[in-house]
């Protein structure tokens, strides 16, 4: 963390944590925890969500070009998947602290979207605390994330 350190625990926001899970079925899969707190005299951090003991886990540095990247991603999951070719109407979840690492340049999240899901698709959303979703489309389970983007699709048939 170097620098970045000293500026803890705001700065924990560009060193999220993944933990690789185990899925229902037996795949590997990972979530992201954000850095809420860092106690000196405890020598402990506290992470947003559940952390369970004996979890592999790695510590990540936020980067803009993959968190915009990531975003682009899941509406590409949405698209590819979940077969929905042009979507009417997509809701974007996004984790407040996408936002602040982004800061200006947080419009080029939902351009990223709005690339891949196209014109047509009408685009409404809001800002999280952790987002409630499945690790990937297949998954039934869901799990909490943070420092993610979820997006669910509709199209009407």
Excluded: W
């Amino acid at each position: 963390m170097g620098e970045k350190a000293s500026g803890l625990p705001g700065t924990g926001l560009l060193f999220p944590l993944s933990l690789g899970l185990e899925s229902e079925t037996g795949e590997k899969t990972e979530v992201v925890r954000t850095l809420l707190a860092v106690s000196e005299k405890n020598q402990s951090m506290t992470f947003a969500g559940d952390m369970p003991e004996g979890i592999h886990a790695k510590l990540m540095k936020a980067n803009f070009e993959r968190l915009v990247g990531g975003a682009s991603g899941a509406a590409g999951l949405t698209k590819g998947s979940l077969k929905i070719d042009k979507p009417e109407l997509a809701i974007l979840i996004s984790c407040i602290g996408r936002k602040l690492v982004l800061k200006e340049r947080i419009e080029e999240e939902t351009e990223a979207v709005r690339s891949v899901l196209g014109d047509q698709a009408v685009m409404t959303g809001f800002y999280s605390y952790g987002e409630i979703c499945p690790t990937a489309p297949t998954e039934k389970q869901c799990h909490l994330h943070n420092q993610t983007m979820t997006i669910t699709t509709f199209k009407e048939e």
